[in-house]
């Protein structure tokens, strides 16, 4: 299902959840080159260690190249996709935030792709996180939208079971040259859509986000992969925001940059919706 949605008319104040943007705790889930990678977790007030709750992964964009270290912060920890951690944290999911190697500097697409798999698999070893792994979802924004439909559709790689991918402006398809050089030589390997064509099964339930006036990443990479998404029998929506650029769920940068955070209010609600949908939400 294609739906285009205006923008909300009135937008909450994000300001609370933009503090709480550190994470609760950096939990190192991989060392590799002298470098330790980390989760940032957000978790649940008052959390009951013999409970069960929804994992929310997320994965940062940036190009695969950069991420946001605020002022206030040491280290990275949450990044801009920070926010939204503190966001559902609160509404009773735990959330991790995944540090991974940047393209051109630390790495290349499938050391970035190693990384976030990894983070998965380790959570998947702990005992300590009170997780419930039948509500277990991804959520990635452009670049990071790009890794976490890698994660989602690529899972007999990953060796995890996946329940939902929320991806947002994703990049899925390399063969564009504007992103050609991102895919090491491999444009196959590393879209997003050639991995929904070779899936065993039917990929996982997914909710696509893009701004239908990103100048940044086309939204015919969502169109594209909500079409593949369908012909193999996935519960798929793809919600185009109406006169909507790139980044636009990222509510720090748009402060940043004197922007009002309406597009934000828009996909957070039909994010919320969604995960009540899928009884991520209680």
Not at 10 to 18: G, H, I, P, T, V
């Amino acid at each position: 299902m294609i739906e285009t949605s205006t923008l909300a008319k009135d937008a909450r104040d994000f300001s609370a959840y933009c503090k709480g943007h550190s994470a609760d705790a950096l939990v190192p889930y991989k060392s590799v080159g002298g470098q330790t990678l980390c989760l940032g977790l957000y978790l649940p007030d008052n959390m009951d260690k013999d409970g069960k709750y929804p994992l929310l992964i997320l994965i940062h964009g940036g190009g695969w190249s950069s991420k946001k270290i605020f002022p206030d912060q040491e280290r990275w920890a949450g990044d801009y996709l920070g926010f939204l951690g503190r966001y559902y944290a609160e509404k009773g999911l735990i959330c991790a935030s995944v540090d991974y190697r940047l393209w051109g500097k630390e790495g290349q697409m499938q050391e970035a792709f190693d990384d976030c798999t990894d983070a998965v698999r380790f959570l998947q070893e702990q005992t300590r996180f009170p997780i419930d792994w039948d509500k277990v979802c991804v959520l990635g924004e452009s670049a990071g939208g790009h890794l976490a439909a890698c994660v989602a559709y690529r899972q007999s790689e990953v060796r995890s079971t996946i329940k939902g991918a929320v991806l947002v402006n994703p990049v899925t398809d390399f063969t564009d040259a504007k992103w050609a050089k991102f895919a090491d030589g491999d444009a196959e390997k590393w879209s997003p859509l050639c991995a929904v064509e070779t899936a065993a099964g039917i990929p996982c339930p997914t909710l696509i986000l893009h701004g239908n006036a990103d100048s940044t990443v086309h939204p015919n990479h969502s169109v594209a992969l909500h079409d593949r998404l369908a012909e193999k029998g996935t519960d798929v929506t793809l919600n185009l925001l109406e006169g909507t650029n790139h980044a636009f769920l990222l509510v720090e940068y748009m402060n940043e940059l004197g922007r009002d955070n309406f597009a934000a209010e828009t996909a957070v609600r039909q994010i919320d919706s969604w995960f009540q949908c899928k009884r991520y939400l209680r």
